[in-house]
Each structure stands twice: as structure tokens, then as C-alpha cells.
């Protein structure tokens, strides 16, 4: 052949007589033709085939998405098994995520539907809830420094006692009292503002 290149050529006949094997191949180098003489010849047997692996399922969208992925994926046929076995394991595949994608959005779902709700306010409770959260806030604004901080720390970011008198640098005996010295000034402010 002298090492000239040869133009590709189809093999002579037409594209219903190609092997299924040759039918990739004019699939894979981009013959439209190809395509739709392979989902002439295969696409009845996988509909067949998805019906019975998703009843109830509209078959034909992943007869479709089968044919559509053989026609990005004809170029990676090895040819270890028949066109038609290759066709069913692209139907499988696409059948196996759509149900697992199924079952994670039923889970997620489920999930948050089982997440506790906050019911519903009045806006007479609302205005209460925010009048005693001023109440706090102001409370915790008259207490001293030591007192706040030992407050805000334990009670307000929830650190343990320890961590907190750590952050602090005192023993964790002085925290404690600090914190129910707070406590004690945050009562007695509150009920006197509420007079």
C-alpha cells in the first residue's frame, strides 16, 4: 500500500446488512444512519428488557437514554460480548441509577419530614418571646465583666465548665461561682424589670 492513507469507506451494501459489530463501528465514526439502523435492529429487545426490569417505569425514556449512550460510548465497544448484551448492560445500568437516585430523594424526603417542625406562633406569644429576650439581653448588659463573661461562656456558647474556666484562666471552683453569681444578678433584674 505505500503508505498512502486510504479514505474510510463503507463496507459495500446497505447499513441493514452491516454485521452488529460493523454497526458500531459506523456508530462510533459518527454515521447517524448507523445509529438508527442499530435502534431499529435492538431497540424493541431492550424496551422488552427494561419493562421487565421497571415495570410500571416509562420504558421508553430509558430506551432512549440507552441508545443515546451507546451512541457516546460506541467507540469504547471491545467487543467481548454481543451488540445486544452490551445494549441491555447500558439499559441495567441506567435502570440501577435511576432507582438509586429514586431512593436517595424518597430518603431525603422521608428525612425531612420527620425533622421537628417549630409550631406555628401567635403574635401575642412572639411578642412575649421578644419582649423577655430584651429582658435578658439587658439583664446580661448590667452584669459585671467576670459575671458576663462565666455566663456568656457556659450558658450562652454551652462550653463545658472546665473548657470555660480554662478560657478564663481561674479554677473551675471560681467559675461555678461566678455563674451562679450571674444567674442570681440576671434573676433579680429581670423580675425588676418586669415591675
Known amino acids: 500500500m505505500n503508505g498512502k492513507l486510504l479514505p474510510l469507506r463503507r463496507a459495500s451494501g446497505e447499513i441493514s446488512e452491516l454485521s452488529d459489530r460493523a454497526l458500531i463501528s459506523a456508530v462510533a465514526a459518527g454515521d447517524q444512519a448507523?445509529?438508527?439502523?442499530?435502534?431499529?435492529?435492538?431497540?424493541?429487545?431492550?424496551?422488552?428488557?427494561?419493562?421487565?426490569?421497571?415495570?410500571?417505569?416509562?420504558?421508553?425514556?430509558?430506551?432512549?437514554?440507552?441508545?443515546?449512550?451507546?451512541?457516546?460510548?460506541?467507540?469504547?465497544?471491545?467487543?467481548?460480548?454481543?451488540?445486544?448484551?452490551?445494549?441491555?448492560g447500558i439499559a441495567a445500568n441506567l435502570v440501577r441509577n435511576h432507582f438509586r437516585t429514586e431512593t436517595r430523594k424518597r430518603r431525603a424526603v422521608d428525612t425531612l419530614a420527620v425533622q421537628p417542625r417549630r409550631p406555628p406562633t401567635s403574635p401575642g406569644d412572639a411578642i412575649t418571646r421578644e419582649q423577655q429576650r430584651r429582658w435578658v439581653a439587658a439583664a446580661i448588659e448590667r452584669l459585671t465583666p467576670a459575671l458576663r463573661e462565666a455566663y456568656i461562656l457556659c450558658v450562652?456558647?454551652?462550653?463545658?465548665?472546665?473548657e470555660a474556666a480554662r478560657a478564663l484562666g481561674i479554677r473551675e471552683a471560681s467559675l461555678y461561682r461566678r455563674l451562679s453569681d450571674a444567674r442570681e444578678a440576671l434573676r433579680a433584674a429581670i423580675e425588676e424589670m418586669q415591675r
Open 34 to 88: 448507523a445509529l438508527g439502523a442499530l435502534y431499529d435492529r435492538f431497540g424493541r429487545d431492550v424496551f422488552r428488557f427494561v419493562l421487565r426490569l421497571a415495570p410500571g417505569c416509562d420504558a421508553e425514556d430509558f430506551v432512549q437514554l440507552a441508545f443515546l449512550d451507546a451512541h457516546r460510548s460506541a467507540a469504547r465497544f471491545r467487543g467481548d460480548a454481543a451488540v445486544k448484551t452490551w445494549l441491555f
Open 156 to 162: 450562652v456558647e454551652e462550653l463545658p465548665g472546665g
